[in-house]
């Protein structure tokens, strides 16, 4: 089973915007909605912040937003914050299970 | 609000089965709205999904542990288990157990996670 592709690293000041790729195959993000994204502080465990390729759950600011193209979905976080810097990976259902990306550290400089 | 806590134990011997409980309140595991799941996460590293279940009788695995992982409910107990034969040092992770809406399949509620050491 393989991961999802994402960068490992991402960075931008304060008040800037930051986005991350997911990249899959027709076989997963290519082929379903079920896309979702989650946020993860040092310690502690993933927050969904972005379901159904760009729906937030309640709670989660406008701040985040997703979209998907292709076998490619994509997270942008707008307006950076200090509580931003994270991990943040992307999952996609893949016919009967389920793969996580590899996973992306966001730095706010 | 649901919540969802693990536990068992934080050392397994190698060749010895892991096994952990979730247990879950302020929601009911029978609740045909979600899936109940197990996620782990080695040392540094990202996110690797275990299984999920269903009620008592529908089990989805991840195919490179399916030979070795079985998820079961207790209704009576509101909690759901993790059994991993076989285990090796690579085995040793966080593991979290978490609730997946059953529409969406998406992750909504996790534990806090628990440290499994696989080690002699």
């Known amino acids: 089973q393989s991961a999802l592709t994402q960068p490992p690293s991402a960075s931008g000041s304060p008040g800037q915007s930051v986005t991350i790729s997911c990249t899959g195959t027709s076989s997963d993000v290519g082929d379903y909605t079920h896309v979702s994204w989650y946020q993860q502080h040092p310690g502690n465990a993933p927050k969904l912040i972005i379901f159904e390729v760009n729906k937030r759950p309640s709670g989660v600011p406008d701040r985040f937003s997703a979209s998907k193209s292709g076998n490619t979905a994509s997270l942008t976080v707008s307006g950076l914050q200090t509580e931003d810097e994270a991990d943040y990976y992307c999952c996609s259902y893949a016919v009967r299970k389920i793969v996580f990306g590899t996973g992306t550290k966001v730095t706010v400089l | 609000q649901a919540q969802l806590q693990e536990a068992g134990p934080g050392l397994v011997k190698p060749s010895e089965t892991l096994s952990l409980t979730c247990n879950v309140s302020g929601a009911s595991i029978t609740s045909g709205d979600y899936y109940w799941s197990w996620i782990r996460q080695r040392p540094g590293k990202g996110l690797e999904w275990i299984g999920y279940?269903?009620?008592?009788?529908?089990?989805y695995y991840n195919p490179s542990l399916r030979t070795r992982v079985t998820l079961s409910i207790d209704t009576s107990k509101n909690q759901f288990s993790l059994k991993l034969s076989s285990v090796t040092a690579a085995d040793t992770a966080v593991y979290y157990c978490?609730?997946?809406?059953?529409?969406?399949?998406?992750?909504?509620?996790w534990g806090q996670g628990t440290l499994v050491t696989v080690s002699s």
């Open positions: 279940i269903y009620h008592s009788w529908s089990t």
């Open positions: 978490a609730r997946v809406w059953f529409a969406e399949l998406a992750f909504d509620t």
